[in-house]
C-alpha cells in the first residue's frame, strides 16, 4: 500500500530535541504532507522538509505502524541552525523542541509515543 503521507521526525546527533513547524490554525505538528504520484515516499519526506524548514537530513528509519495511512521518517540532522528557509506559506514558524510544547491540533500523545519508538530505535 502506497502511502497518503509522510511525516519527519526531525532530531540532531547532539541532542534529543524534535523539530516542529508551526501552521496558523492547526498550530505545531511534524513536517510532512502528501504524497505526489510518482514520487516515493522518501522524496517526499525530503521535499517536505526543505520546502517546510529549508533543511535537508539522512532518513535513518521509517516508522510503517504508527498511521495507518502514512508513514513517519526519522531524520537526522547535524544542523543547529535558529533561523529557516521556509518556503512553505502554511509555515510560520519552525523550532527545536527539547520538550513538547502546547499541542492545540494534534494529540500530544502521537508525540509522546513517537519520542518512545525514537529512543528504542536509539537504544539498538
Same mark, same amino acid.
Given at each position: ?27 505545531? %505538528? ?10 516515493? !515516499? +522518501?522524496? &517526499?519526506?525530503?521535499? @517536505? ?39 512553505? %506559506? ?10 513538547? !510544547? +502546547?499541542? &492545540?491540533?494534534?494529540? @500530544? ?16
Amino acid at each position: 500500500m502506497y502511502p497518503a503521507f509522510c511525516l519527519a521526525l526531525v532530531t540532531r546527533k547532539s541532542d534529543d530535541a524534535l523539530l516542529l513547524v508551526k501552521h496558523p490554525q492547526r498550530g505545531w %505538528e511534524l513536517p510532512g504532507g502528501h504524497c505526489e504520484i510518482n514520487e516515493s !515516499p +522518501e522524496q &517526499t519526506l525530503m521535499r @517536505e522538509l526543505a520546502e517546510e524548514t529549508g533543511i535537508s537530513g539522512i532518513l535513518k528509519l521509517w516508522n510503517r505502524d504508527y498511521y495507518p495511512d502514512g508513514l513517519v521518517g526519522w531524520v537526522e540532522v547535524e544542523d543547529n541552525r535558529t533561523w529557516w528557509n521556509s518556503s512553505d %506559506e502554511k509555515v510560520s514558524e519552525v523550532r527545536w523542541w527539547p520538550k513538547n !510544547p +502546547e499541542m &492545540t491540533h494534534w494529540d @500530544e500523545q502521537e508525540l509522546v509515543d513517537l519520542r518512545n519508538w525514537l529512543q528504542a530505535q536509539r537504544v539498538h
